[in-house]
């Protein structure tokens, strides 16, 4: 097993973690971080390292821990990359996924009006995500792949 932090593993935000195990590869959340560390003077932006997924060779399932924006801000783009990739996570956190990536898009349009800033996805890139989306139920062990299972605990 390779576990590698592409965000969040000394930050508060961009949490996500690619998981290689069995001859597959896992992302764990996908966010970003609530504010660009260039806002802060610093190098670096909102998102986590995106780009080690594909020089890893792709991804075969994104699992969902919660809808906080610092762990499911960036799975639009993750999902535009890999359409076809199943994104679990439980109903609760679809639902609150949504709701918050409703208002995420209102406050990048007024950053777009307002500084010019370039919204990191739009209302079509939402809706493919809720596409992917497959909900499980807590203690259900849902399969990934041949011989590898997940399960969401309470």
Do not use: C
């Not at 535009?80 to 996570?89: G, I, N, S």
């Not at 370039?118 to 079509?124: A, C, K, M, N, R």
């Amino acid at each position: 097993m390779n576990i590698t932090f592409l965000g969040g593993a000394d930050e508060v935000g961009a949490s996500s973690i690619l998981i290689e195990i069995g001859g597959r590869r896992l992302l764990v959340d996908a966010g970003i971080r609530p504010t660009p560390k260039a806002r802060w003077g610093l190098a670096g932006d909102q998102l986590p390292d995106l780009e080690q997924i594909a020089r890893s060779g792709g991804i075969d399932a994104i699992l969902v821990t919660h809808a906080h924006t610092d762990h499911t801000g960036a799975l639009e783009l993750v999902v535009e990359r890999y359409p076809h990739v199943p994104v679990y996570a439980t109903p609760v956190t679809i639902e609150l996924t949504r709701v918050l990536h409703q208002d995420a898009r209102r406050i990048m349009q007024m950053r777009l009006d307002e500084e010019g800033e370039l919204p990191l996805f739009d209302e079509v890139a939402t809706a493919r995500l809720m596409s992917a989306f497959k909900p499980v139920q807590f203690n259900q062990p849902i399969s990934l792949a041949p011989g590898l299972t997940a399960t969401y605990f309470l």
